[in-house]
């Protein structure tokens, strides 16, 4: 009787080191009770210092290694083809005066983007007419509209993203989370065909 390894590769793995990468750490395993502590502790792949930072962990190499080492099992394999491993640099601590000019730089721009596009709406006119609808009186500067738009904006701002610092309102994900997980999924599927080796092969090389 044959017996079936099954695997399921994860997308994505990181390591700060250059070490090696065994199959449990590659993929969820489902096999029989007396493969499963030599299986997860198999090594698929062996880290390199002239490694770049993305490496892609092919499924074919995979199989081609748990053959090897258990010639009387069958795999099998669900999922992800390939598992990208990142080697994670160490950061450089950033120093607190270039963080507070990086930030006093963005809530600058920020607010002058916020500034000429009301400019541009005529929004002061909008709060005038508003202000006049309302009271019957006419108001050059309608603090009465502005005030409570103005932390209105704010409000809708931390609304919109979902978080005020680290704190967040509830479990779902704002959209900025939505579309820098779309460009990490982007990323994912570039470098899987990009740095893949054995995904693209011309003929005509001797």
């Avoid at 394999?77 to 491993?85: A, M, S």
């Avoid at 596009?117 to 009186?137: A, C, D, N, P």
Wanted: glycine letters at 4%; a negative charge.
């Amino acid at each position: 009787m044959v017996n079936t390894i099954y695997i399921r590769m994860r997308s994505r793995v990181e390591t700060k080191r250059f070490n090696k990468v065994t199959l449990s750490q590659t993929a969820q395993i489902l096999a029989p009770d007396q493969y499963l502590p030599e299986l997860a502790d198999l090594i698929v792949y062996e880290l390199k210092k002239d490694d770049n930072q993305l490496v892609v962990l092919d499924v074919m190499r995979v199989i081609k290694t748990i053959s090897s080492h258990f010639p009387d099992c069958e795999v099998q394999t669900i999922g992800p083809t390939q598992t990208i491993i990142e080697i994670i640099r160490e950061k450089k601590i950033t120093s607190k005066p270039l963080f507070l000019f990086v930030w006093i730089l963005l809530f600058t721009g920020s607010g002058l983007a916020i500034l000429n596009f009301h400019e541009e709406v005529s929004m002061r006119v909008v709060h005038q007419k508003l202000y006049w609808i309302i009271t019957g009186k006419e108001n050059v500067k309608p603090l009465l509209m502005q005030i409570p738009y103005s932390f209105g904006i704010g409000m809708g701002m931390i609304l919109f993203f979902n978080h005020i610092f680290k704190k967040r309102f509830n479990e779902e994900p704002s959209p900025l989370e939505i579309e820098m997980f779309n460009y990490q999924q982007d990323l994912d599927h570039y470098v899987a065909i990009k740095e893949n080796e054995e995904s693209v092969k011309h003929i005509d090389d001797h």
